[in-house]
């Protein structure tokens, strides 16, 4: 146990650090939420986030997290499935797909910019191309949520396929060999073999990406700004234009619907250490 | 079959390149094609060079740059510092005692950007930290930390205990066996840890817009140009500041795998 505790010390720097660091802002956002400008308890701040439309706020988050999961998850797997293929120019197609991943989202959030817009722009050019009518990427707040869902898919799509695939290899060739024999088609396969086996790294990819979901800022605040608002771009919204405590009360509800997530995370890692 | 083996990777791929094309087609075509024109032309029409040097010698590039430079590689000194102790600990303490630790560190990197940022801006202000290059990078390695301890820890696992023992018995001490020996075999980790931290804090755009508006790094200010309409001076800075990151991607595509994107959550 001596010889533990000598390794233990090792680590007391990192959990120091984002003690200091994670935690106690953490307390001290929640503390805040709680206070008025005179510096007394109040809960006026979760009232005032009312008049903010916080209900439709958490609404539309719920929106975007949902279809951008769905896209994800429905291009990973198809990304995943590519790569246990067998073709020419394979590593090429495994590196391209990756590049997202080192695209800072500022960059991804120009490029959709310019991609969807109201009118025109290079989405729009292309349906124009394949004669097929144009499309008001904003034109409500529902097709606006699509917009920067599609838009945050695109850029952690690659997350996604790398656990499925991770996922996929695990799965071992006798069980599709065997239903090759038994006659079942590729589809098949996919459906009866595929997607049960991967239960486990979907609901891992879920739950990893449905933390960060929660956390997407840059790319709603350049595409559509605080219209529809997320509950990212509303706690910054009102801590640029409001009092410090009206924007933590934001900042924790936020905290609130992420540490649902964390609850479950640790509960997934905890059966399976 | 055998055309789907095909059609499919390259739709994807395509998918996968356009955004990034759009960028360098703006970048590198006379305004009149791209932003000056409601139906962009999706093909090179002409080509110039005026969007890039119109950019670099009109706005401020130099500054966010160097401010982008300071904090990413204090970001990644400072995750090497406290991740290589903390990796090494976490890979010879018995899964009981790392397990919770580890489980710690996963719970930081999924606390929200903005939770942290807020509070931590008055403090910042107070403490004179505030737009300054330490104090977004002390932030910053809160989301990069735990990722490079995860890279250490994997790291320093494949390194066999006998070695350890072998030294002691050797004579050296624990400090010249951890210069000497641990340190340079696990060199291919250390530099990934690092890497991966300056890319992260590159990128990293809540806290510096919350943390550091004044003096912006090079995210905020391609972020701030969009929002006074200098669209060409973003997609320009936005080219250059990517391309570095893309080769670290592709250099790091080793590292990047699943188990350490998962914050090590076992499947």
Redesign the interface.
């Known amino acids: 146990m001596n010889q533990n505790l000598k390794y233990f010390l090792f680590v007391i720097p990192a959990i120091a650090y984002i003690g200091v660091f994670a935690f106690f802002p953490s307390g001290e956002a929640v503390y805040y939420s709680f206070l008025n400008s005179q510096g007394q308890f109040t809960l006026s701040n979760y009232k005032e986030l009312f008049y903010f439309n916080i209900g439709g706020t958490i609404i539309n988050t719920i929106i975007v997290v949902s279809l951008a999961l769905f896209l994800e998850l429905l291009l990973g797997l198809g990304i995943a499935a590519v790569l246990t293929w067998e073709f020419r120019g394979k590593k090429a197609f495994s590196t391209l797909v990756i590049v997202p991943m080192g695209v800072a989202t500022v960059v991804a959030a120009i490029a959709f910019s310019f991609i969807f817009q109201t009118s025109g722009g290079y989405a729009n050019s292309f349906l124009k191309l394949i004669d097929l009518p144009t499309f008001n990427w904003y034109a409500n707040k529902y097709i606006s949520l699509l917009t920067v869902a599609i838009s945050d898919s695109w850029k952690n799509t690659p997350i996604v396929a790398l656990i499925l695939l991770s996922g996929m290899l695990s799965i071992p060739r006798d069980l599709y060999n065997a239903a090759a024999l038994d006659g079942a088609g590729p589809i098949r396969r996919f459906f009866y073999i595929t997607l049960p086996n991967l239960k486990k790294f979907i609901a891992i990819a879920l739950i990893i990406r449905g933390v960060s979901e929660f956390n997407i800022f840059a790319l709603p605040l350049i595409l559509i700004g605080y219209h529809p608002s997320i509950l990212t771009t509303l706690a910054y919204d009102l801590y640029s234009t409001s009092t410090i405590y009206l924007s933590s009360a934001a900042a924790v509800i936020l905290l609130a619907f992420i540490s649902v997530f964390i609850a479950i995370n640790i509960k997934l890692g905890g059966g399976n250490k | 079959?055998n055309k789907i083996?095909?059609i499919?990777?390259i739709i994807?791929?395509l998918?996968?390149?356009?955004?990034?094309y759009?960028?360098v087609l703006?970048a590198f075509s006379p305004a009149k094609y791209?932003?000056e024109?409601?139906?962009?032309?999706?093909i090179f029409k002409g080509f110039t060079l005026n969007n890039l040097i119109f950019a670099f010698t009109q706005y401020d590039f130099i500054g966010p740059f160097f401010k982008s430079l300071a904090v990413a590689t204090l970001v990644g000194v400072l995750a090497v510092i406290?991740?290589i102790?903390?990796g090494?600990?976490?890979s010879?303490?018995?899964?009981r005692?790392a397990?919770p630790?580890l489980?710690?560190?996963?719970?930081?990197n999924?606390?929200?950007?903005?939770?942290?940022?807020?509070?931590?801006?008055?403090?910042f202000i107070r403490l004179g930290l505030f737009d300054s290059i330490p104090g977004l990078a002390?932030?910053q390695?809160?989301i990069t930390?735990?990722l490079a301890?995860f890279i250490l820890r994997g790291t320093f696992s494949a390194v066999p205990r006998e070695v350890e023992y072998q030294a002691k018995i050797d004579g050296a001490s624990s400090l010249k066996y951890f210069m000497d020996i641990l340190i340079p075999v696990a060199s291919a980790g250390i530099a990934a840890a690092f890497l991966i931290s300056w890319?992260f804090s590159?990128?990293e755009?809540?806290y510096a817009?919350?943390l550091s508006p004044i003096h912006p790094t090079l995210?905020i200010e391609?972020?701030v140009n969009?929002t006074r309409g200098n669209l060409l001076a973003?997609?320009a800075f936005?080219l250059v500041?990517?391309l570095p990151?893309?080769?670290?991607?592709?250099f790091l595509?080793k590292y990047?795998?699943?188990?350490y994107?998962?914050?090590?959550?076992?499947?």
């Not at chain 2, 010879?92 to 899964?95: E, M």
């Open positions: 079959m083996k095909y499919i990777p994807l791929a998918y996968f390149v356009f955004p990034l759009i960028i703006i791209t932003i024109t409601l139906y962009q032309p999706l406290i991740g102790p903390a090494y600990g976490l010879r303490l018995p899964d005692v397990y630790a489980v710690l560190l996963l719970i930081t999924m606390v929200p950007g903005l939770i942290v940022a807020i509070p931590i801006s008055a403090e002390f932030v390695e809160l930390l735990p301890t890319m590159w990128d755009f809540t817009i919350i995210p391609i972020y969009i973003a997609v936005a500041f990517t990151v893309i080769v670290l991607t592709l595509q990047l795998r699943g188990e994107l998962t914050g090590g959550v076992k499947a």
